[in-house]
């Protein structure tokens, strides 16, 4: 089972960071967006990885070739091209990455299309690569496959950008600031049958959201997996800074291996109470 992921569009929202580098590649604490949702799914066990380049995909062909010395100082003779890598290295990462290129300006349909060659199981995670949610990937696939439709998309809550009120006769009784609204949106996190890939094209203008998603639904295909926990789509310079303060103040919700810990430290302590 692979996971496919959106890393080609061009990330205009984002103003002058997306001019330096891809979408995918913009930092979050010294590390992409894309390596931290793919350290995700990773994590729950999903390792084989297809990446459907675009804009700028070269940088993020180079980062995937060139990965060990990215987290190392290294030495590097011109007249060869050998590298001496110094210091110690990151654990090995057992993964499989297909980076695949897929167009420049083609909408994500047909970047989903084109990658479909490499998939070759009957189911496959789908998402985007700029949000970031702790979204329990077993019991979303398990949801997936109980209900036997093309597609599951993840709902979510959208935090709100601004300050939300309630009020009455005029006062304001409750304030929230930046509560979530109460709408379901596409929070990404999707998985697929191969069977939609029938329903796709390699046109550049075969529009995946506005085109498949909406002709599937109306043909009752599309399952809506609710998750009410936590999620951000980097969409503005202001949500990298908001990932980067959640991360900097450990409260970086996309981590799931950071709460195993919590909960181990919580039970040795409570252990050593009795």
């Given amino acids: 089972m692979k996971v496919v992921i959106f890393a080609g569009g061009w990330g205009t929202r984002l103003g002058q960071i997306a001019d330096r580098v891809p979408k995918p590649m913009v930092p979050i604490g010294g590390q992409s967006i894309l390596r931290h949702i793919m350290n995700a799914y990773a994590w729950h066990g999903y390792k084989d990885f ?74 496959h995670f789908l998402t985007y690569g700029d949000g970031l949610a702790d979204v329990d990937l077993q019991a979303l696939l398990a949801f997936h496959k109980r209900h036997g439709k093309l597609l599951t998309i993840t709902g979510v809550h959208p935090p709100s950008r601004y300050g939300e009120m309630e009020e009455r006769r005029g006062r304001v009784t409750a304030f929230a600031e930046k509560a979530s609204s109460s709408q379901w949106i596409n929070g990404g996190y999707m998985v697929f049958r191969r069977g939609l890939l029938d329903w796709l094209t390699t046109d550049d203008g075969c529009d995946f959201e506005n085109g498949v998603v909406s002709e599937l639904a109306g043909h009752g295909e599309v399952a809506m997996y609710r998750h009410v926990g936590p999620w951000i789509g980097m969409d503005h310079e202001q949500d990298v800074h908001e990932l980067e303060r959640l991360l900097a103040d450990g409260r970086a919700f996309w981590k799931p291996w950071e709460r195993v810990k919590e909960t181990a430290a919580v039970s040795a302590s409570d252990e050593r109470a009795f």
Avoid: Q
């Avoid at 060139?66 to 003779?77: E, G, H, V």
């Fill in 50 to 123: 297809v990446l459907c380049l675009g804009v700028k995909g070269d940088a993020i062909r180079a980062y995937f070739e060139n990965l060990p010395a990215y987290s190392r100082d290294f030495t590097i003779d011109l007249a060869t091209g050998r590298k001496t890598l110094h210091g110690a290295s990151e654990p090995v990462l057992d993964w499989n990455v297909t980076l695949a290129g897929t167009g420049l300006n083609t909408l994500k349909g047909g970047r989903l299309k084109k990658v479909g060659r490499y998939l070759d199981s009957e189911h």
